[in-house]
């Protein structure tokens, strides 16, 4: 009941955020005065580049920005740019190896100075440079220069076809820094230039007023942020330190502060502070999705040792569809999720469940059907001809599998429940679990990894980094099933093979415009979930911040940084 | 590392000891979480000493009576319930459940970046205070108050204290000069091996109320395996620690006449 009235109250606080939006956020900067925020890690520095905590990245992005930026959905959308560039617009070449942004007009530092391209290109020199140990150098790969077109036009040119371009000045990780201020703190010179480590310059809604390492960072309203009615919040004080049930108490309890980053806690801790009344959590979801993966080759013990569990010993029954699909069917997700996750879950039956536009509308496994699920494996010839509750194969081999999964408490719930409903349509269930160390640690001289899956199925969670499932899905191709002599190393680790799915992912890798890309991208996640279910998803995870009731103007944001529309929110009146 | 530590407090421009974290001078936070360390754990140390004595010389003096049973019950309490504990409950008293705009509400998350320029800002910093000062100066005071009873106990059987009465001492004098000034000597060793502990920082109260001090900082430090920060504040603890084992030998002699360092 009390999960219930927290997620309604969510849903309602995320349904007001934007009414309230449209309605009360004009007028002067600096009208609603200060701005508190708590994140239970400490801010360190506040240059990104030479950090890659997420306290330091979402602290800094009050203050500098990028090109563009990633909204909640996953799209793109443009910051210091004037507008995203793609190959219809003639923004990315057609060959797909150069990419050509412009920055507004009129755009000033704080200190008054004007942006230029000037400022695009150093950031990549001082990101680059020789002895810097750049933290976000995997944003630059494969970019072999930035030219300067114009004081407001700079091409970044990449050393191959990139069809995804928007890495580099994209997204809280690569800000813009100001040329000025950097200049003598390229390569190993970069962590001395304390005091511009500590206050960026920058475009962004803020500047630095005082910054306490690990402890406070106080900032002030820029004076000179390119639009006038920004931001609402006159200062903001960046509190560190504690922990997660400390700072969801200080807002959702107290109130003694508006915003709280990551609420990693049990689903009735969060309930329970949200009933305090002052705050509410808010979640967002991204790609992260617990998933049951099916073992299409026979991991039997009683076959040889590189036959066992490769593509010469198929599975005797888990190759049949209907088997699959059954097993999907039988399980009731949203319990999975109330038990489990709380807020920060929600069932999915995608594989990419996230960005929007790569997102399927595969919702039939959302509802349980036990009946559909027995029906289908009656019409697929599985019976239960001995009377003992487990189905047998036509020859007399028992549906009976293992499921293991790492050692984990949630995951070991869920093994449970999953056992007790696949029982229910005669698939007998062994259950084990496996140390997370030795599980996912990829020793291919041990029989107890994830890839040498000597079980039938296995349960675990995986996501891919940035908004593009390009390499992701590319994990599914035949020639990426771990076996003897890949070292038991891979990604495909059902052993998944399907010529058309290996064409499509090569028709995508050659595709430029987004929207195609979403839709090919949709297409080969529905190969893996809907249409086969060798992949069987479960909840797709996301993450849980908490804000006053009295602020408004936020949307979680699971691609960019958390603060990433600072500038707009707002007291909303009560 | 001394000439390194010498650089960094009087030759400006010199080699500094940089943080891996934060990657600045090391001194430049230590100094800054220096004022809430001493000003938090310092002042809850003061309390916790001027509850303690009284209590320990009052209950050693009234060995068994109510007062002496309520002393023992409470410094019990003190000594056996962690400070996360008292921390946690007191915030949920005095922050959760008593109404925002009450005189008794307390705010649970200390303000840094507070200064104290008046009346107000003054009474803000010791509402502020309040709770990290209380819970700590109980598991002070519990510690101390129990050293002072048991040494107070131990002259007060002693031969010159009867003499003292024969010769027609008041009790006031007997107590407070003569036994007070024998007892006081090892509960001195006591509170200056304390003081040490006060730089330290609680670690834990620290990070219940987040009053971000030394405390919190060595913490962070040691989790983000930054070996210069750690380094830095574990050889100050240690001088602090040899300094204050000398500091309280000398005040043997100042409290003792017989003791002398010839």
């Not at chain 1, 740019?81 to 057609?94: K, L, R």
């Not at chain 1, 091409?155 to 000025?180: C, E, H, K, L, R």
Request: glycine content about 8%.
């Amino acid at each position: 009941m009390t999960i219930k009235t927290a997620l309604m109250g969510a849903v309602a606080s995320l349904a007001f955020a934007p009414m309230a939006f449209a309605d009360g956020h004009e007028g002067e900067r600096g009208r609603d005065g200060e701005l508190r925020i708590i994140y239970w890690q400490a801010v360190s520095i506040l240059n990104p580049y030479l950090s890659s905590g997420t306290k330091d990245i979402d602290a800094s992005a009050l203050v500098i920005e990028p090109l563009g930026r990633y909204d909640s959905s996953g799209n793109p959308v443009p910051y210091l740019a004037t507008e995203i560039p793609t190959v219809a617009n003639g923004g990315v070449s057609e060959d797909l190896t150069s990419i050509t942004w412009t920055l507004q007009e009129g755009l000033v530092w704080s200190d008054g100075t004007p942006v230029t391209s000037r400022d695009v290109q150093f950031t990549w020199e001082y990101c680059t440079a020789e002895g810097g140990g750049c933290a976000q150098a995997a944003k630059f790969e494969g970019v072999t220069s930035v030219d300067i077109v114009d004081d407001l036009t700079v091409t970044v040119n990449f050393d191959g076809p990139t069809p995804n371009p928007y890495q580099p000045f994209m997204g809280g990780q690569s800000p813009i820094i100001q040329a000025a201020q950097f200049a003598d703190c390229l390569g190993p010179r970069a962590p001395e230039c304390t005091d511009a480590n500590f206050a960026p310059i920058g475009t962004g809604p803020f500047v630095v007023t005082d910054f306490r390492v690990n402890d406070v960072v106080s900032f002030a309203a820029n004076e000179n942020y390119r639009v006038a009615s920004q931001p609402a919040f006159a200062t903001v004080v960046f509190k560190g330190g504690g922990d997660a049930t400390a700072a969801g108490r200080a807002v959702m309890e107290t109130g003694e502060f508006d915003y709280a980053w990551n609420m990693q806690l049990a689903p009735d801790v969060i309930a329970g502070m949200a009933e305090g009344g002052v705050g509410s959590p808010v979640s967002a979801f991204g790609a992260l999705v617990e998933r049951i993966e099916v073992n299409l080759t026979d991991p039997s013990p009683d076959l040889d040792e590189g036959i066992r569990s490769t593509a010469e010993a198929p599975h005797p029954f888990l190759t049949d569809p209907a088997v699959r699909e059954a097993m999907s069917i039988a399980i009731d997700r949203e319990l999975l999720v109330e038990i489990g996750y709380g807020q920060a879950g929600r069932p999915t039956c995608n594989l990419v469940p996230a960005p929007a536009i790569y997102a399927s509308d595969n919702t039939g496994c959302l509802t349980q059907d036990i009946d559909r699920a027995n029906a289908l494996l009656d019409e697929a010839g599985y019976m239960d001809t001995d009377g003992d509750g487990v189905r047998e194969m036509a020859d007399g081999t028992p549906l009976s599998i293992l499921y293991q999964t790492s050692t984990n408490a949630v995951r070991q719930d869920f093994q449970a429940l999953i056992k007790e409903w696949w029982s229910e349509i005669g698939i007998e269930t062994e259950l084990r679990n496996i140390d997370a160390g030795v599980f996912f640690g990829g020793d291919p001289g041990s029989p107890d990894t994830f890839q040498r899956f000597y079980a039938d199925v296995e349960m675990y969670a995986n996501v891919f980094d940035g908004t593009d499932p390009q390499s992701y899905l590319g994990a599914y191709l035949c020639d990426k099933a771990p076996r003897p002599d890949t070292q038991w190393q891979g990604e495909n680790i059902n052993r998944f093979c399907d010529p058309a799915y290996d064409a499509l992912w090569q028709e995508l890798t050659s595709t430029g415009d987004l929207d195609e890309r979403g839709r090919i991208g949709a297409a080969l996640n529905d190969m893996l979930t809907k249409d086969s279910n060798v992949i069987i998803p479960l909840v797709d995870r996301g993450r849980v911040s908490a804000h006053a009731n009295s602020l408004g103007g936020i949307e979680l944001n699971v691609w960019d940084s958390e603060l990433w529309n600072i500038a707009g929110w707002h007291r909303i009146s009560e | 590392m001394i000439d390194a530590m010498f650089g960094t407090n009087f030759a400006d421009g010199a080699q500094r000891i940089i943080s891996f974290q934060s990657r600045s001078p090391v001194f430049d936070i230590i100094a800054e979480r220096m004022p809430q360390t001493l000003w938090v754990v310092g002042m809850s140390y003061v309390v916790g000493v001027l509850i303690a004595l009284p209590i320990g010389i009052i209950s050693a003096y009234k060995q068994y009576s109510i007062f002496d049973q309520i002393g023992t019950l409470i410094s019990m309490i003190g000594f056996s319930v962690p400070t996360f504990f008292t921390g946690v409950l007191l915030i949920v008293i005095f922050s959760t459940m008593v109404p925002l705009d009450s005189i008794f509400w307390l705010p649970s998350i200390y303000d840094t970046t507070h200064e104290v320029t008046d009346w107000e800002s003054f009474k803000f910093q010791m509402r502020q205070m309040a709770m990290p000062v209380f819970v700590l100066a109980l598991f002070n005071a519990a510690q101390i108050s129990r050293y002072m009873r048991a040494s107070m106990l131990d002259n007060l059987g002693q031969d010159y204290v009867r003499t003292a009465r024969a010769k027609g001492m008041t009790e006031k004098i007997v107590v407070l000069k003569h036994v007070l000034r024998n007892s006081m000597i090892p509960v001195i060793t006591v509170i200056a091996l304390g003081v040490p502990q006060v730089f330290g920082g609680a670690i834990i109260t620290e990070q219940v109320f987040k009053v971000n001090g030394l405390g919190q900082l060595l913490i962070t430090a040691i989790q983000g395996s930054d070996i210069p920060m750690v380094m830095t504040l574990t050889f100050m603890f240690a001088i602090l620690i040899v300094l204050f084992n000398l500091i309280a030998d000398v005040l043997y002699g100042v409290l003792d006449p017989r003791i002398r360092y010839d």
